[in-house]
């Protein structure tokens, strides 16, 4: 295989940047590790709907993200911000009305963020976008060279990945300890964190006046927020988790189980089973945390 670019990693930005030199001429083949592309773009689908495992909201003046949905003919909406938000104190006494502020005046992408990366995906040339193609070796004689073998040619190479993970790819000439080490230390944003997401039968809690959002100093969710598309369908609310890099086996299960305890006493009604309960009405995601 012979290319002029190669493109190794099939995230938001190996993504769009195949998608600029597809328009401008410029040959290129992507690789990908996952079996799918999106990179830490991700999504629980649910027969209402994609609810947003990776990255959700943009704002206001970030012209770059608006003309690109523009341009890829998707749409956005306001995130639900109306009614009170909550807070749990250090004790897990639950406080309400004090003014704190919620995520108003975000925006979200109509469908999911997916709906970004499958669009990107949608209008490249299948044949020059490769998913479970896990690069090795990236030699500067020979090119890429992938797990199973294969080589691709190509004068330039992009690293559209994290640092940290290109620093475990297999550089020749090998890299220096000091190049080596400044890519170990350059922290991914999030990567620290996961996404624990509970699908409900209908938003609820805007029924009771609470828009969703509440902030806990006791955890094991430091953050709650609606996370329902469109008209509040699907409606799900979700959480972010702190996770250590290499969390102990199991570790999942216990934050699954402490988290629904989290959820259940505060977005649920007494004897209402819409919305927490058991694994069939939640979604749990570790994430990318390299």
Same mark, same amino acid.
């Given at each position: 295989?012979?290319?002029?670019?190669?493109? =190794?990693?099939?995230?938001?930005?190996?993504?769009?940047?195949?998608?600029?030199?597809?328009?401008?001429?410029?040959?290129?083949?992507?690789?990908?590790?996952?079996?799918?592309?999106?990179?830490?773009?991700?999504?629980?689908?649910?027969?209402?709907g994609a609810v947003d495992l990776g990255p959700s909201w943009f704002w206001p003046?970030?012209?770059?993200?608006?003309?690109?949905?523009?341009?890829?003919?998707?749409?956005?909406?306001?995130?639900?911000?109306?009614?009170?938000?909550?807070?749990?104190?250090?004790?897990?006494?639950?406080?309400?009305?004090?003014?704190?502020?919620?995520?108003?005046?975000?925006?979200? =992408?109509?469908?999911?963020?997916?709906?970004?990366?499958?669009?990107?995906?949608?209008?490249?040339?299948?044949?020059?976008?490769?998913?479970?193609?896990?690069?090795?070796?990236?030699?500067?004689?020979?090119?890429?060279?992938?797990?199973?073998?294969?080589?691709?040619?190509?004068?330039?190479?992009?690293?559209?990945?994290?640092?940290? =993970?290109?620093?475990?790819?297999?550089?020749?000439?090998?890299?220096?300890?000091?190049?080596k080490h400044s890519l170990e230390a350059i922290p991914t944003w999030m990567a620290?964190?996961?996404?624990?997401?509970?699908?409900?039968?209908?938003?609820?809690?805007?029924?009771?006046?609470?828009?969703?959002?509440?902030?806990?100093r006791r955890g094991p969710m430091a953050e709650i927020h609606d996370a329902s598309?469109?008209?509040?369908?699907?409606?799900?609310?979700?959480?972010?988790?702190?996770?250590?890099?290499?969390?102990?086996?199991?570790?999942?299960?216990?934050?699954?189980?402490?988290?629904?305890?989290?959820?259940?006493?505060?977005?649920?009604?007494?004897?209402?089973?819409?919305?927490?309960?058991?694994?069939?009405?939640?979604?749990?995601?570790?994430?990318?945390?390299?």
């Amino acid at each position: 295989m012979k290319t002029q670019v190669a493109i =190794i990693g099939g995230g938001l930005a190996g993504l769009a940047l195949a998608r600029r030199l597809d328009q401008t001429g410029v040959d290129f083949q992507l690789f990908e590790a996952r079996s799918r592309f999106g990179g830490r773009i991700a999504a629980l689908q649910t027969p209402n709907g994609a609810v947003d495992l990776g990255p959700s909201w943009f704002w206001p003046g970030q012209q770059s993200i608006a003309t690109l949905l523009k341009a890829l003919g998707l749409t956005d909406f306001a995130q639900y911000a109306t009614g009170d938000q909550w807070y749990e104190d250090e004790t897990g006494r639950v406080h309400h009305g004090l003014g704190f502020a919620s995520m108003e005046g975000s925006l979200r =992408i109509a469908g999911g963020v997916i709906r970004l990366a499958d669009a990107f995906v949608a209008g490249l040339p299948a044949d020059r976008l490769h998913n479970s193609a896990r690069v090795a070796t990236i030699d500067e004689q020979s090119g890429v060279q992938l797990a199973n073998g294969q080589i691709c040619t190509a004068p330039h190479v992009v690293l559209a990945l994290p640092p940290r =993970i290109a620093a475990g790819l297999t550089f020749l000439p090998a890299l220096r300890p000091d190049q080596k080490h400044s890519l170990e230390a350059i922290p991914t944003w999030m990567a620290g964190h996961a996404k624990f997401v509970a699908v409900c039968d209908t938003p609820f809690w805007r029924d009771a006046g609470l828009s969703g959002d509440a902030t806990s100093r006791r955890g094991p969710m430091a953050e709650i927020h609606d996370a329902s598309g469109t008209n509040g369908t699907p409606a799900a609310l979700f959480g972010f988790l702190g996770l250590p890099p290499r969390a102990p086996q199991g570790s999942c299960a216990r934050d699954h189980d402490s988290s629904t305890g989290a959820v259940g006493p505060h977005f649920r009604g007494e004897g209402d089973d819409t919305c927490a309960g058991g694994a069939s009405g939640l979604g749990f995601r570790a994430g990318n945390r390299n």
